[in-house]
């Protein structure tokens, strides 16, 4: 169970598009979804935290009208990368946060998605 | 900012031999978990250790937590090639929200 998919795995896209990105909870409701950037052996940075109908939270330097986040429901977060640049190149990870878990639960990640803008 | 601080940053090991890697943290906390990372994917949850334990096991893993010292440490023992993956530490802050801090990770490569 707590399976989390994200769709794609990998883009390219031309510099100056936009890129969505999505991130499902397959078999649970999650109240709340984490959205992480990575750099190539690097940690995973946190960008944003999303409750499902409310407005995300940004992390300090993250560029909200940059990474538009959207949790329009219990089981669907998606982050959009507008007008992306060669620098927003990355590896995008979500995770999420059952509606019925306690905080001493684990979260659960989607697989990432390898952005590429050219 | 970057609460959990692994050490080694990359470890090589022979099959069969234990690996044991360590975390630091800065702050209060309510757990500490262990994720591992194969290359170009997401994260699988590992083990997970609230902060009034001082130590769990699951199968061949072995984690403590010194909330003293705010460290803790995974030992996976009888390593396997399939154990090559990075490992991190996070951290739930006390008050975060479930919000997790990663760590650098630790590189393992096991060597068949």
């Known amino acids: 169970g707590a399976v989390v998919s994200q769709h794609p795995s990998w883009v390219i896209c031309k510099s100056g598009t936009s890129v969505k990105i999505e991130c499902r909870s397959l078999?649970?409701?999650?109240?709340?979804m984490f959205w992480y950037r990575q750099f190539p052996k690097q940690s995973l940075m946190l960008m944003a935290t999303?409750?499902?109908?409310?407005?995300?939270?940004?992390e300090q330097g993250v560029e909200k009208d940059k990474f538009l986040i959207n949790h329009a429901s219990l089981t669907l977060s998606t982050l959009t990368v507008t007008s992306a640049h060669p620098e927003d190149s990355s590896f995008y990870i979500c995770?999420?946060?059952?509606?019925?878990?306690?905080?001493?639960?684990?979260?659960?990640f989607g697989n990432g998605t390898r952005l590429t803008v050219t | 900012s970057q609460q959990g601080e692994e050490d080694p940053q990359a470890l090589s090991i022979q099959e069969g031999e234990n690996a044991t890697m360590n975390c630091s943290y800065k702050t209060s906390i309510n757990n500490l978990q262990w994720y591992r990372q194969n290359s170009g994917r997401g994260l699988v949850h590992l083990i997970l250790i609230r902060s009034n334990e001082r130590e769990k096991h699951s199968g061949r893993l072995r984690v403590t937590l010194d909330t003293s010292k705010k460290s803790s440490s995974l030992l996976i023992t009888a390593s396997r090639a399939a154990d090559t993956a990075s490992y991190f530490c996070?951290?739930?802050?006390?008050?975060?929200?479930?919000?997790?801090?990663f760590g650098k990770g630790i590189t393992l490569s096991v060597r068949p």
């Open positions: 995770s999420a946060s059952s509606l019925w878990s306690s905080y001493n639960s684990p979260l659960h």
């Open positions: 999303s409750n499902e109908g409310s407005k995300a939270t940004y």
């Open positions: 996070a951290t739930d802050e006390t008050g975060a929200n479930s919000k997790l801090t």
């Open positions: 078999d649970f409701q999650a109240t709340t």
